[in-house]
């Protein structure tokens, strides 16, 4: 054997098997300043008074609004948190279509789509309209933290 062939052989033995990004992923429900509190809810079900923040990873996603190709048809589609991390690449990306918040997310290689009905509402128990929405992402080679912030306000 050729002591350069060893050698890569030997470093290759010794290398550590490739470690995957910690890879996080935040929404965050608003409701724009200045605007009155709101409840939020996720499929129906009460998450406490806005601002609310939820792991994308782990949403209750409705098997009955999975969309059938990305972006959803019809629905106003934000351009997504992209992060390079190594030679991985992590994005979350959203689309709104009134009550319903798509989502797609690509974690180590592996694209996840789904959807929530999402609701914000006043006190007075009137929905609010979906004002805004301003995203995040911060990543190295070993992790990344994608954020999006959703604001809602009251409808006019």
Not at 25 to 34: E, L
Not at 91 to 113: M, N, P, Q
Not at 120 to 132: L, M, P, R
């Amino acid at each position: 054997m050729k002591p350069g062939f060893a050698l890569a052989f030997l470093l290759a033995a010794c290398t550590p098997p490739a470690m995957h990004a910690k890879i996080t992923m935040t929404i965050s429900v608003r409701v724009t300043a200045n605007a009155e509190p709101g409840t939020v809810t996720v499929n129906g079900q009460n998450k406490g008074a806005a601002p609310v923040e939820f792991d994308a990873l782990a949403l209750p996603f409705d098997p009955a609004l999975k969309p059938a190709a990305w972006p959803p048809k019809g629905a106003q589609v934000f351009s997504p948190t992209v992060a390079q991390h190594g030679k991985e690449e992590s994005s979350l990306a959203l689309a709104i279509l009134g009550d319903v918040l798509y989502v797609r997310t690509l974690v180590h290689g592996t694209e996840t789509l789904g959807a929530v009905r999402l609701k914000v509402t006043g006190a007075d128990g009137t929905s609010f309209d979906f004002d805004n929405a301003e995203k995040e992402v911060n990543s190295n080679l070993g992790r990344a933290e994608h954020a999006v912030r959703i604001r809602y306000k009251r409808r006019k």
